[in-house]
């Protein structure tokens, strides 16, 4: 039994319980608080600062990146612009030229020749302004009026024609590759 008695471990020690409806005598005690070191905090700082400094490089590299971007998209655009421009004014040099020939005519020959010549140089210049995309808009007298392509200078009464309808064309319309370049300017019937 000797052997019995020392080979028994001891049961853990309890805390009494509280007996229901009895006060407890001391009260629960509070929660810890464990201080971290302050180098751990000084570290985290630190690593968090450097994070920081590297995101705002960054920042500044996209930046940097961007402008230089813009800038060149935009020289790109202008330079686009002066060769469309030099297109156009370069198919325009040959009507310059028969229109001086024109003018040079005009001092040697008779009146209907020149009207002739002109006739062709205009033909000329419609040509090469199609070949850019360039459609007179089809407006003759009669037809309603339409605020779409058209732009009223002036309303007249007339006997010939319908209330709303166009009775004469002032200047032409033109569209530019589908668009409206420039209304109509008519006079409209009142």
């Not at 310059?96 to 009207?115: K, T």
């Not at 033909?123 to 003759?140: F, I, K, P, S, W």
Request: charged share 30%; net charge negative; no cysteine.
């Amino acid at each position: 039994m000797a052997d019995r008695k020392h080979s028994k471990k001891s049961a853990p020690e309890q805390e009494p319980t509280a007996v229901e409806g009895a006060e407890s005598a001391s009260p629960a005690p509070a929660p810890e608080v464990v201080d971290e070191p302050a180098d751990e905090s000084a570290d985290e700082l630190a690593q968090v600062a450097g994070e920081r400094d590297e995101y705002l490089d960054h920042l500044r590299r996209l930046q940097a990146e961007f402008d230089n971007y813009r800038k060149r998209v935009q020289r790109e655009s202008e330079a686009l612009r002066l060769r469309a421009a030099e297109a156009v004014v370069e198919s325009l040099l040959p009507v310059v030229d028969s229109l001086g020939r024109a003018l040079e005519a005009a001092d040697r020959h008779e009146e209907g020749q020149i009207i002739v010549g002109l006739r062709l140089v205009a033909e000329q210049l419609r040509g090469t302004l199609a070949g850019h995309g360039l459609d007179q808009l089809d407006v003759q007298p009669g037809v309603p009026f339409d605020p779409a392509f058209h732009e009223a200078v002036l309303m007249q009464e007339s006997e010939s024609g319908e209330e709303g309808t166009v009775l004469q064309v002032l200047e032409g319309g033109y569209l530019l590759h589908g668009r409206l370049l420039r209304p109509a300017k008519v006079i409209v019937v009142r």
